[in-house]
């Protein structure tokens, strides 16, 4: 018989993952608590596809949904499954929750990843019977066209899981990050974290406003970052690399970051401020609509990079 992988969680994350393992030729089995949303499934994830294969990420739209089952109970989803992809709410309890569901109809041989951004695993799978084949899976939003996903184990997590786990994500065309140990937030989070707080900090200063600092990530960081790290990026800009650009340009960081040494917090002030700014450039009827402008042009990116893979 033929192995399957399992999606429970169905939002937006979930519905993602689904189309990242269909895509790459494997039976999905699909389950969520909410009838409306499984309900709904089928349309969301026809949309997806369509607009896929209009950027020719993928040829035939019917043949990747037909690997795609919508199940309507956990069991059906998770029984027999070679891997499961947790994408329940992002709730401690509620991970716990789904952590234990899916333990009880678990293969012998079957792994867990979870798609938390945040909680570490060891915060939820503590007390899982087979505690030792699940580990943090976390992808970025939506998974099938932004590839790096994390792997992050849980101090019992088994190594045979996390190699299992890195095996499979290559598989399907995902760019791993594979973490030693669990930290807070893990990397992708805490890199991303590092640059919102300078971003809060200086909106709430009134050194400029929110649109002047995206502008600031979008038309200068932005471009180099799209196809090469930090570290690469300071490597080439210096003339001797990358201990050259420390030597040259560290004492200047070390000053910017001790003139912060303190996280400010996001006020409901500040916040406020910052809402009215962007609801000034995108009304929050529009945000949907948006959302849907931001995956076509990561879609030209993906169908870009998967060009210049070819040649």
């Not at 109809?105 to 798609?115: F, Y």
């Not at 929110?210 to 932005?222: C, H, M, Q, S, Y």
């Not at 912060?260 to 009215?276: F, G, M, N, Y």
């Amino acid at each position: 018989m033929t192995r399957h992988i399992a999606i429970v969680g169905a939002g937006l994350v979930g519905s993602g993952w689904a189309i990242v393992f269909a895509r790459a030729g494997m039976l999905v089995r699909v389950f969520d608590q909410s009838a409306p949303i499984r309900n709904a499934l089928p349309e969301v994830l026809s949309g997806q596809l369509e607009d896929l294969k209009a950027h020719g990420l993928i040829e035939d739209p019917a043949t990747v949904m037909g690997r795609i089952q919508i199940c309507d109970s956990l069991a059906r989803a998770v029984d027999g499954a070679l891997y499961v992809q947790e994408s329940v709410l992002e709730r401690q309890k509620v991970k716990a929750e789904a952590s234990h569901a899916i333990a009880n109809h678990l293969a012998p041989d079957a792994i867990v990843g979870s798609s938390t951004s945040g909680i570490p695993g060891s915060a939820f799978t503590e007390d899982v019977p087979g505690r030792e084949r699940f580990l943090v899976v976390h992808p970025v939003n939506p998974p099938y066209l932004v590839p790096v996903v994390e792997l992050v184990p849980a101090p019992w997590t088994a190594p045979e899981t996390v190699a299992a786990a890195k095996a499979l994500m290559e598989e399907v065309g995902q760019s791993v990050v594979t973490l030693s140990r669990e930290v807070e937030g893990f990397v992708l989070n805490r890199l991303q974290g590092a640059l919102l707080r300078e971003a809060w900090a200086l909106f709430d200063e009134g050194f400029a406003t929110a649109e002047d600092i995206d502008k600031t990530v979008r038309d200068g960081l932005g471009p180099r970052w799209s196809f090469m790290g930090p570290f690469e990026t300071i490597d080439l800009n210096a003339p001797g690399g990358v201990a050259d650009y420390a030597r040259r340009l560290g004492p200047l960081y070390q000053s910017i970051a001790a003139s912060r040494p303190e996280a400010p917090p996001w006020t409901e002030d500040l916040i406020s401020r910052v809402e009215r700014e962007r609801r000034s450039h995108l009304g929050a009827g529009d945000l949907a609509e948006r959302r849907g402008w931001r995956d076509r042009r990561l879609m030209e990116m993906a169908a870009d990079r998967q060009r210049r893979t070819e040649r």
